[in-house]
Nanobody, 123 residues
Framework: VQLQAYGGGLVQAGGSLRLSCAASVRTYTMGWFRQAPGKEREFVGAISRSGDMLYYSDSVKGRFAISRDNAKNAMNLRMNSLKPEDTAVYSC????????????????????WGQGTQVTVSS
């Protein structure tokens, strides 16, 4: 599976951005991760193929929303009320169907990764 994330950019604190992830083929579980300079990669959110399973990290819950369009092999991340601490490279990932909740949060559960797109939030 080839993945490409796009839609990043520079935005002021409190603003919004919409990221998208295009997949080359049908995907199952998809997720967003981010990595800020000098920090470890962090789970942002994930969605099952049907869309009925959605998970978010506590740091973005209530501000970010994931959706997907299986007909287009695409996933989106709507980011609202952005904060400077949201600044990072955001990458999308795809993996097999997952069952245990904790597996959605682990990068090890995903076997395909996109290049990432930079999101910078200015204060």
């Amino acid at each position: 599976v080839q993945l490409q994330a796009y839609g990043g950019g520079l935005v002021q604190a409190g603003g919004s951005l919409r990221l998208s992830c295009a997949a080359s083929v049908r995907t199952y579980t998809m997720g967003w991760f981010r990595q800020a300079p000098g920090k470890e990669r962090e789970f942002v959110g994930a969605i099952s193929r049907s869309g009925d399973m959605l998970y978010y990290s506590d740091s973005v819950k209530g501000r970010f929303a994931i959706s997907r369009d299986n007909a287009k092999n695409a996933m989106n991340l709507r980011m609202n009320s952005l904060k400077p601490e949201d600044t990072a490279v955001y990458s999308c990932a795809a993996g097999p169907t997952l069952y245990a909740t904790r597996t959605y949060y682990s990068a090890l559960s995903y076997d395909s990764w996109g290049q990432g797109t930079q999101v910078t939030v200015s204060s």
